[in-house]
T-cell receptor, first 112, second 117 residues
Framework: GQQLNQSPQSMFIQEGEDVSMNCTSS?????WLWYKQDPGEGPVLLIA?????ELTSNGRLTAQFGITRKDSFLNISASIPSDVGIYFC????????????FGQGTILTVHP | DTGVSQNPRHKITKRGQNVTFRCDPI?????LYWYRQTLGQGPEFLTY????????KSRLLSDRFSAERPKGSFSTLEIQRTEQGDSAMYLC???????????????FGPGTRLLVL
């Protein structure tokens, strides 16, 4: 089935550093979404991307939908302790709608 | 609060028992999804509804699992004869189509964590 390869699996950074994570796939997708999940909670939407090449920001977060429609990245600038959590990329398939396929997640730890 | 809600948040049951979870989507959303998430993994799709119609089911959804959305609003997910392998977080998400039906964003509830002993 469709799979997303998300990297890195984990990151340990100092407060104030910038962070970058990405997702790649062998399949073409029409939607890329980035979520953050805290322990014991559901994923919270950070950024949604709908067009190839689209670059979108949400505060200190920036994400891009790759031109090939097979990849996306998420950047976090000037990290703070509350950025700690698990970040997931997710995509909707070639039919545009419906079920999401998720990456394996990136565990982010921020040291004060 | 107009977000997606799920009940219960936690459920502990003995193997062989039946359990039922409820999801209340965002009120104007006509699409509702169920996902399952095990420790260290991303959520995996189980099934989805458009209004009251169940349009797709994953192969993960064995015949012990059944989902309903009788009036196109809330949904229930029932697991019969639970097994230890059913232990997981069960997530519900809802969405609606925008921009002429070309954009869809799913919003998740807090999940129901199931532990089967």
């Amino acid at each position: 089935g469709q799979q997303l390869n998300q990297s890195p699996q984990s990151m340990f950074i100092q407060e104030g550093e910038d962070v970058s994570m990405n997702c790649t796939s062998s399949s073409i997708f029409n939607t890329w979404l980035w979520y953050k999940q805290d322990p014991g909670e559901g994923p919270v939407l950070l950024i949604a991307l709908y067009k190839a090449g689209e670059l979108t920001s949400n505060g200190r977060l920036t994400a891009q939908f790759g031109i090939t429609r097979k990849d996306s990245f998420l950047n976090i600038s000037a990290s703070i302790p509350s950025d700690v959590g698990i970040y997931f990329c997710a995509s909707a398939g070639g039919t545009s709608y419906g079920k999401l396929t998720f990456g394996q997640g990136t565990i982010l730890t921020v040291h004060p | 609060d107009t977000g997606v809600s799920q009940n219960p948040r936690h459920k502990i049951t003995k193997r062989g028992q039946n359990v039922t979870f409820r999801c209340d989507p965002i009120s104007e959303h006509n699409r509702l999804y169920w996902y399952r998430q095990t420790l260290g993994q991303g959520p995996e799709f189980l099934t989805y509804f458009q209004n009251e119609a169940q349009l797709e089911k994953s192969r993960l959804l064995s015949d012990r699992f059944s989902a309903e959305r009788p009036k196109g609003s809330f949904s229930t997910l029932e697991i019969q004869r639970t097994e230890q392998g059913d232990s997981a977080m069960y997530l519900c998400a809802s969405s609606s189509l925008t921009s002429g039906g070309h954009q869809e964003t799913q919003y998740f509830g807090p999940g129901t964590r199931l532990l089967v002993l």
